[in-house]
């Protein structure tokens, strides 16, 4: 059984195209669920790839304590994490290791960039923004700039070598970060870090695959959905999968009950469900 959506009864719901996160107020329970999107459309869902999902993120946020805080609490559940809720930086800071070639192939590039976008709204596509757009409008100062640049380009060469370690197919192509302020004013990563929905990998342990398969059937994000085949599903299951036993070390056990009801009942023995 594929995990759709949930319905808690808790804080405020947020529903992002991946995520259900219930904001309380110091914290946000993040349920990572099956679905899947490409395109900034949600597609289906995909087996276990929010357990896949949640897990890797957690894995990350533990072994970059030493380059930055980050919003992690706990992990009650497979598919969620409790985080503390921050100020967030209204920014998606993308690191590229790699750019693509004319005929799609992937280049090296001797120094990783970084390219910040907007964030923006629901059914809007982000956009680049510039440092001095950035530092213009009040949104970073200077210094603020500087120091995220320079803790993403950390993030990113510490998660590309660790990936290359594992084989150069796992090798992380490019990903996106998100910073907020904490309560003391310090920087802290939230969001997600280094996974298959927010990075590439040099053997396609991603979307990429899928966003080839629809590009292939005519479908870029407008007009009728295809219907993804199972194959294709269990395909892009697989390669998340292989992402994860290479990266945690471990063979990927996916959770029998891949219920909502799993979900409660781990957060009501966290003491955050009544
Ligand atoms: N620790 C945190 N404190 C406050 N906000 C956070 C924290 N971590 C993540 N967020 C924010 O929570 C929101 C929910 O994230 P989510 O990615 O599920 O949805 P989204 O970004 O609105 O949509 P999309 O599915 O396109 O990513 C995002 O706006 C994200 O920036
Ligand atoms: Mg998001």
């Given at each position: 059984?594929?995990?759709?959506?949930?319905?808690?009864?808790?804080?405020?719901?947020?529903?992002?195209?991946?995520?259900?996160?219930?904001?309380?107020?110091?914290?946000?329970?993040?349920?990572?669920?099956?679905?899947?999107?490409?395109?900034?459309?949600?597609?289906?869902?995909?087996?276990?790839?929010?357990?896949i999902?949640?897990?890797?993120?957690?894995?990350?946020?533990?072994?970059?304590?030493?380059?930055?805080?980050?919003?992690?609490?706990?992990?009650?559940?497979?598919?969620?994490?409790?985080?503390?809720?921050?100020n967030?930086?209204?920014?998606?800071?993308?690191?590229?290791?790699?750019?693509?070639?004319?005929?799609?192939?992937?280049?090296?590039i001797?120094?990783?960039?970084?390219?910040?976008?907007?964030?923006?709204?629901?059914g809007?596509h982000d956009?680049?923004?510039?440092?001095?757009?950035?530092?213009?409008?009040?949104?970073?100062?200077?210094?603020?700039?500087?120091?995220?640049?320079?803790?993403?380009?950390?993030?990113?060469?510490?998660?590309?070598?660790?990936t290359?370690?594992?084989?150069?197919?796992?090798?992380?192509?490019?990903?996106?970060?998100?910073?907020?302020?904490?309560?003391?004013?310090?920087?802290?990563?939230?969001?997600?870090?280094?996974?298959?929905?927010s990075?590439?990998?040099?053997?396609?342990?991603?979307?990429?695959?899928?966003?080839?398969?629809?590009?292939?059937?005519?479908?870029?994000?407008?007009?009728?959905?295809p219907?993804?085949?199972?194959?294709?599903?269990?395909?892009?299951?697989?390669?998340?999968?292989?992402f994860?036993?290479?990266?945690?070390g471990?063979?990927?056990?996916?959770?029998?009950?891949?219920?909502?009801?799993?979900?409660?009942?781990?957060?009501?023995?966290?003491?955050?469900?009544?």
């Amino acid at each position: 059984m594929n995990l759709e959506k949930t319905n808690l009864d808790i804080g405020k719901k947020h529903e992002g195209k991946v995520r259900d996160s219930y904001f309380l107020e110091d914290k946000i329970i993040m349920i990572t669920t099956d679905r899947i999107s490409a395109f900034d459309v949600v597609l289906g869902t995909i087996p276990c790839k929010g357990q896949i999902l949640n897990q890797l993120s957690a894995f990350w946020f533990g072994e970059t304590e030493h380059i930055i805080q980050n919003h992690l609490i706990e992990v009650p559940d497979p598919n969620t994490l409790v985080v503390k809720r921050c100020n967030p930086i209204p920014l998606e800071i993308i690191v590229r290791g790699h750019i693509r070639r004319p005929d799609n192939s992937w280049k090296e590039i001797e120094t990783p960039i970084v390219t910040p976008t907007t964030k923006a709204a629901k059914g809007f596509h982000d956009q680049p923004i510039t440092k001095e757009e950035i530092i213009g409008t009040g949104v970073l100062t200077e210094k603020e700039y500087e120091e995220i640049k320079y803790k993403a380009l950390e993030l990113f060469n510490f998660g590309k070598n660790l990936t290359l370690s594992k084989g150069e197919e796992f090798t992380l192509l490019d990903t996106k970060y998100e910073f907020a302020r904490g309560a003391d004013g310090k920087l802290v990563l939230i969001d997600e870090i280094h996974t298959p929905d927010s990075s590439r990998t040099k053997g396609q342990y991603d979307k990429e695959f899928l966003r080839t398969w629809l590009k292939e059937r005519g479908y870029s994000g407008n007009g009728a959905i295809p219907e993804i085949p199972e194959d294709v599903k269990s395909e892009l299951f697989s390669r998340y999968a292989r992402f994860y036993e290479a990266v945690i070390g471990t063979k990927f056990v996916p959770e029998k009950d891949n219920s909502e009801k799993r979900i409660k009942r781990n957060l009501r023995n966290a003491g955050y469900l009544r």
